[in-house]
């Protein structure tokens, strides 16, 4: 198989020109870039370099989702030989309103058939496939792990993206996981970075005892700047990615993004070394982890218990 993978990339090599893979990103180059070399390990890891024999044209909204669309078809004018599509679902969805006959690889979270990006996960059928993680599906379990944090906290707080297309049943699923915690939960919206302190400080002047963020790659991508904030106002919070602790924020539950992204590349690469959309079933990254920081639970005055510690995958010092 690498063999047969070896031969036909060198056969790419001996043409004039390179295959070209368009690639349509919700973010700046600056907070995608972990996510962008996961995806030229895949590449790689396919046979194919960039610059080597392969070109990518990159196109960057910046955090402004309503971009994707005009910047989608602007790859397909291109006349790119498949169009990447990474970071949730707003960039699958974009990608497939622009094309129906270009071949797209998306790297989502939540369900793919639900958010009919794809008909099924064995046969996605048509022009697109891709990889899908379980962070949307574990947001419940973000609030559980709160609920042990603070076990006699009255009530939690979940902050949305009312934006998101996974929003509405991240929050269905939250709903219900609070009422078998006996938890009071109150939802707090916000779609721009200049949203966040306003959702920090109400938190604090609430005495809410901690948030709880759905997941959403425009949080996941600001998770520096959430830090900052929980730190600040001294709120105990969890996000879906692990860049959150790592910046310095309590703790962090989700998929493993390197993972997804990956993979991702991998399949870009065996599209272009001639597969089908179709004969490539969506894959499913099951890895989540949970990561926590000692230091900021020092900072906030939340110590974790010997069991979250004991069942933690990163504990950051």
Same mark, same amino acid.
């Given at each position: 198989?690498?063999?047969?993978?070896?031969?036909?990339?060198?056969?790419?090599?001996?043409?004039?020109?390179?295959? @070209?893979?368009?690639?349509?990103?919700?973010?700046?180059?600056?907070?995608?870039?972990?996510?962008? &070399?996961?995806?030229?390990?895949?590449?790689?890891?396919?046979?194919?370099?960039? /610059?080597?024999?392969? #070109?990518?044209?990159?196109?960057?909204?910046? /955090?402004?989702?309503?971009?994707?669309?005009?910047?989608?078809?602007?790859?397909?004018?291109?006349?790119?030989?498949?169009?990447? #599509?990474? /970071?949730?679902?707003?960039?699958?969805?974009?990608? %497939?309103? #622009?094309?129906?006959?270009?071949?797209?690889? !998306?790297?989502?979270?939540?369900?793919?058939?639900?958010? $009919?990006? @794809?008909?099924?996960?064995?046969?996605?059928?048509?022009?697109?496939?891709?990889?899908?993680?379980?962070? @949307?599906?574990?947001?419940?379990?973000?609030?559980? !792990?709160?609920?042990? *944090?603070?076990?006699?906290?009255? %009530? *939690?707080?979940?902050?949305?993206?009312?934006?998101?297309?996974?929003?509405?049943?991240?929050?269905? %699923?939250? $709903?219900?996981?609070?009422?078998?915690?006996?938890?009071?939960? &109150?939802?707090?919206?916000?779609?721009? &970075?200049?949203?966040?302190?306003?959702?920090?400080?109400?938190?604090?002047?609430?005495?809410?005892?901690?948030?709880?963020?759905?997941? +959403?790659?425009?949080?996941?991508?600001?998770?520096?700047?959430?830090?900052?904030? #929980?730190?600040?106002?001294?709120?105990?919070?969890?996000?879906?990615?692990?860049?959150?602790?790592?910046? /310095?924020? *309590?703790?962090?539950?989700?998929? +493993? !993004?390197?993972?997804? $992204?990956?993979?991702?590349?991998?399949?870009?690469?065996?599209?272009?070394?001639?597969?089908?959309?179709? +004969?490539?079933?969506?894959?499913?990254?099951?890895?989540?982890?949970?990561?926590?920081?000692? %230091?900021?639970?020092? *900072?906030?005055?939340?110590?974790?218990?010997?069991?979250?510690?004991?069942?933690?995958?990163?504990?950051?010092?």
């Amino acid at each position: 198989m690498a063999g047969a993978a070896t031969c036909t990339t060198a056969s790419y090599a001996q043409k004039s020109s390179m295959p @070209v893979i368009g690639y349509l990103c919700p973010e700046s180059p600056e907070l995608f870039a972990s996510r962008l &070399e996961a995806f030229h390990q895949g590449l790689g890891e396919a046979g194919f370099v960039e /610059g080597r024999n392969v #070109a990518i044209e990159y196109r960057w909204a910046n /955090g402004q989702y309503s971009q994707l669309p005009a910047l989608a078809t602007e790859l397909v004018a291109r006349n790119v030989d498949v169009l990447v #599509a990474p /970071g949730g679902a707003p960039v699958a969805l974009a990608a %497939k309103a #622009a094309t129906t006959t270009k071949t797209i690889v !998306f790297e989502m979270g939540g369900d793919p058939v639900q958010l $009919h990006v @794809v008909d099924s996960l064995s046969r996605p059928g048509g022009n697109i496939t891709g990889v899908s993680s379980l962070s @949307v599906d574990v947001s419940p379990k973000r609030l559980e !792990f709160m609920r042990d *944090l603070m076990p006699t906290a009255p %009530k *939690l707080m979940v902050v949305a993206n009312p934006t998101s297309p996974t929003a509405q049943s991240q929050l269905q %699923k939250l $709903h219900a996981a609070a009422d078998t915690l006996r938890v009071q939960l &109150e939802v707090l919206a916000a779609s721009k &970075e200049d949203e966040f302190e306003s959702v920090f400080a109400a938190a604090a002047k609430d005495g809410a005892s901690g948030l709880v963020f759905t997941s +959403d790659p425009y949080f996941a991508f600001r998770s520096s700047r959430l830090a900052a904030l #929980a730190i600040k106002y001294r709120v105990p919070a969890i996000t879906q990615t692990r860049d959150f602790p790592v910046a /310095g924020g *309590l703790m962090s539950y989700g998929g +493993d !993004f390197m993972q997804s $992204h990956r993979r991702a590349g991998i399949y870009a690469g065996r599209i272009l070394l001639g597969e089908k959309p179709s +004969d490539l079933p969506v894959q499913l990254v099951t890895k989540v982890e949970l990561v926590i920081n000692l %230091k900021a639970a020092k *900072l906030l005055g939340s110590a974790f218990s010997s069991v979250i510690v004991a069942g933690a995958d990163e504990v950051l010092e």
